[in-house]
């Protein structure tokens, strides 16, 4: 069954990429109406993340096509929320069904080995600076470009992410006892046969009063995002970010535009190999394998490899 795509966002002239909703955030959309049987998303009960969810369009269509207890979790940098909070409530308004929708914060910094401990204000500011000259350099698209907002805060010395630093992530997690949230209190009401209980999210949530979700105690089903690399931030926080969220059962789908920055790219997978990650290439079930690209090289293999977008199953090893 295909999904209903009537979610409708503004667009802003913002010197960053989460002003405008990217190609590749509407690939991952067909890809998930054409996949969602074969992934089982339409449970219920169900929780999936966004990063850099910019516009909220992708996190919204999704949202509105799941069951009404799935909790949906649209995060961004603490610059963009505004603007995400402002297409979410235009989108309930309308009367879509957005009850389980929450926008938060995520700052990628903190999952950068240790966070801001230790940094004072002028290294704060030093780093927000570093972050913002790289969006506004990236902010004019090239030919497929679809970034959707990464950086979160983060410089690329912060972001290192060597295979210990990776190690200590995933051990912390295999350690850490579930977060049970209101969803879950919810969930248990509804099954004890309480009756008037609202999505996760919901009234509290337009109210503006609802409690952040612990993204490192919650249980995600799924984490998604589109286009979130455009430069060595990105390359190099984006897969401590998924180090550490990406559970044993967690299923983490990005949807990526090859060949815009082969760097890039090459630091990325390599990146997810060190924090206990595989990666592989997905695409609608029976449907024909998408053509091959070039491998991912410096110099490139050829002078203008296809800038194809691609989605990737992101799991744990």
């Given at each position: 069954m295909q999904w209903t795509l009537d979610v409708e966002v503004e667009s802003t002239p913002l010197s960053t990429t989460g002003g405008h909703t990217?190609?590749?955030a509407r690939r991952l959309a067909a890809y998930l109406s054409a996949a969602a049987e074969h992934l089982s998303m339409e449970r219920p009960g169900l929780r999936l993340l966004e990063l850099g969810a910019g516009t909220g369009w992708l996190g919204?269509?999704?949202?509105r096509n799941l069951h009404p207890s799935?909790?949906?979790?649209?995060?961004?940098q603490a610059g963009g929320l505004g603007w995400l909070h402002h297409n979410v409530e235009l989108n309930r308004q309308r009367g879509l069904p957005l009850g389980g929708v929450q926008v938060q914060s995520c700052d990628w910094l903190d999952y950068a080995g240790g966070g801001s401990a230790g940094g004072g204000d002028a290294e704060n500011s030093s780093v927000t600076a570093a972050s913002n000259t790289g969006r506004e350099?990236?902010?004019e698209p090239v030919?497929?470009?679809?970034?959707a907002g990464a950086a979160h805060g983060s410089t690329p010395a912060a972001c290192s992410a060597s295979s210990d630093a990776c190690g200590q992530e995933q051990q912390q997690q295999q350690q850490q006892q579930p977060v049970k949230s209101q969803h879950d209190q919810q969930q248990q009401q509804q099954q004890a046969g309480s009756t008037g209980a609202q999505p996760p999210g919901s009234s509290r949530q337009q109210g503006g009063n609802t409690a952040e979700l612990d993204l490192r105690g919650t249980q995600w089903d799924f984490i998604i995002g589109s286009?979130?690399?455009y430069n060595e931030i990105g390359s190099r926080c984006l897969p401590r970010v998924l180090g550490a969220l990406v559970g044993a059962a967690t299923v983490a789908l990005y949807c990526h535009t090859k060949h815009r920055?082969?760097?890039l790219d090459m630091e990325l997978f390599e990146e997810l190999e060190r924090c206990g990650l595989q990666c592989e290439e997905v695409w609608e079930p029976g449907a024909a394998p998408p053509p091959a690209s070039p491998p991912a090289q410096f110099p490139p293999a050829t002078l203008f490899p296809d800038q194809r977008i691609a989605v990737y199953r992101i799991t744990r090893r």
């Open positions: 990217w190609a590749a919204c269509t999704v949202a799935a909790l949906v979790c649209l995060t961004e350099q990236q902010a030919a497929g470009e679809a970034a286009d979130l690399i920055f082969d760097l």
